[in-house]
């Protein structure tokens, strides 16, 4: 692994920690795929931070527990709108 990739698992892991976001959102304000952040994040975070990769499977976790909760409420929205 590039010392450039190790950064950019790095920088990715600190904004998914600190935002507490999903790794869609992360995505999205980098310009990565989700399946990218998601191997970057869950794979390969674990060779170059420790606890830093406890910490975001933390978050997976937790986020992973909530995402029926999120889905319910987008199909709420959009049946409100309709």
């Known amino acids: 692994m590039t010392q450039e990739r190790a950064d950019l ?8 920690i600190k935002n507490r976001c999903t790794i869609r959102q992360v995505a999205q304000m980098n310009g990565i795929g989700k399946s990218t952040v998601w ?8 060779k170059v931070s420790k606890e830093k990769a406890k910490l975001v499977k933390d978050i997976l976790r ?21």
């Open 9 to 16: 698992i790095l920088q990715l892991a600190e904004e998914y």
């Open 39 to 46: 191997v970057m994040l869950s794979k390969e975070l674990p």
């Open 62 to 82: 937790e986020n992973k527990k909530v995402a029926p909760l999120r889905g319910g409420l987008a199909n709420k929205r959009r049946h409100e709108r309709s």
